[in-house]
């Protein structure tokens, strides 16, 4: 850590904010300018897609997301490292950083037939 030892003791979030769902995907629609959505499936869905003896496991960890939540809510303002040290990424920045790969993702997707409409 390059704050160190100023961050002895401290709990450090590796994160710049707590970001919803929808507005994962209005930054996202925003910086590839394109509509994109998020769908949410049924838990016994995305449990299929999974080895059966870690679904219900894998489920309940995902689950947490939900609630308490991240961080279970903490405060990340004290926990982020100083500016000067370390630079912060926002979701919006690294999507537009990583934007040639979104685009070849998904034009992969689509020539694969898996997209569907």
């Known amino acids: 850590m390059q704050d160190f030892p100023a961050c002895v003791g401290k709990q450090i979030h590796a994160a710049v904010d707590y970001y919803t769902p929808e507005r994962l995907m209005a930054e996202f629609s925003e910086v590839m300018g394109s509509p994109a959505s998020f769908v949410q499936i049924p838990a016994e869905t995305f449990k299929s897609f999974l080895p059966l003896?870690?679904?219900?496991?894998?489920?309940?960890?995902?689950?947490?997301?939900?609630?308490?939540?991240?961080?279970?809510?903490?405060?990340?303002k004290d926990s982020?490292?100083?500016?000067?040290?370390?630079?912060?990424?926002?979701?919006?920045?690294?999507?537009?950083?990583?934007?040639?790969?979104w685009?070849?993702?998904?034009e992969?997707?689509?020539?694969?037939?898996?997209?569907r409409q």
């Open 53 to 76: 003896l870690v679904a219900q496991d894998i489920l309940e960890n995902m689950l947490l997301f939900e609630e308490p939540g991240y961080y279970a809510g903490a405060s990340l």
């Open 103 to 106: 685009l070849r993702a998904l």
């Open 80 to 101: 982020q490292p100083s500016p000067e040290v370390n630079e912060l990424t926002s979701w919006k920045d690294f999507v537009l950083a990583n934007k040639e790969r």
């Open 108 to 115: 992969l997707v689509v020539s694969s037939n898996t997209f």
